[in-house]
C-alpha cells in the first residue's frame, strides 16, 4: 500500500500515522557494510584468473581386489539383464541379486 492509504487506514482505525508510517521504511542497513557498497554483478566481475597450468593429479591405479570387484558387477550386471523378468517374477531386486551374485563368483575365485 502507499503511505497515505496507510496513514488513512490508521487513523480509521483511531492509530497514529506515524504508526503505518513506520512500518513502510526499508530494511536497516547491514551495519558491518557501508550503505553505499553494492556487491558488484557477476557481468561486471572481472574473469578470475586460472593459476599457472597446473598438471592434472594422476590418478591412482586400482587394486587387484578392486579390479576383481569390477569384473564381478559386470558378469553380475549382465546375468541381471539376461534373466531380470524371471528374477523380478521371483521378488528378487537388483540389490539383493547382486549380493547373492557377488559372493556366488567371489565364491568360485572369479
Known amino acids: ?34 550503505a553505499n557498497s553494492r556487491p558488484a554483478p557477476a557481468a561486471a566481475a572481472p574473469a578470475a584468473q586460472a593459476p599457472a597450468a597446473e598438471a592434472p593429479k594422476p590418478r591412482r591405479k586400482r587394486s587387484e581386489a578392486q579390479l576383481a570387484n569390477d569384473n564381478r558387477m559386470r558378469a553380475c550386471g549382465q546375468e541381471w539383464r539376461q534373466n531380470k523378468a524371471k528374477l523380478t517374477a521371483e521378488g528378487k531386486t537388483w540389490r539383493a541379486f547382486n549380493v547373492e551374485c557377488g559372493a556366488r563368483l567371489k565364491a568360485q575365485g572369479r
Open 1 to 34: 500500500m502507499m503511505p497515505c492509504r496507510l496513514a488513512t487506514l490508521a487513523l480509521a482505525l483511531g492509530l497514529p500515522a506515524s504508526v503505518a508510517l513506520a512500518q513502510t521504511a526499508p530494511a536497516p542497513q547491514n551495519p558491518l557494510r557501508p
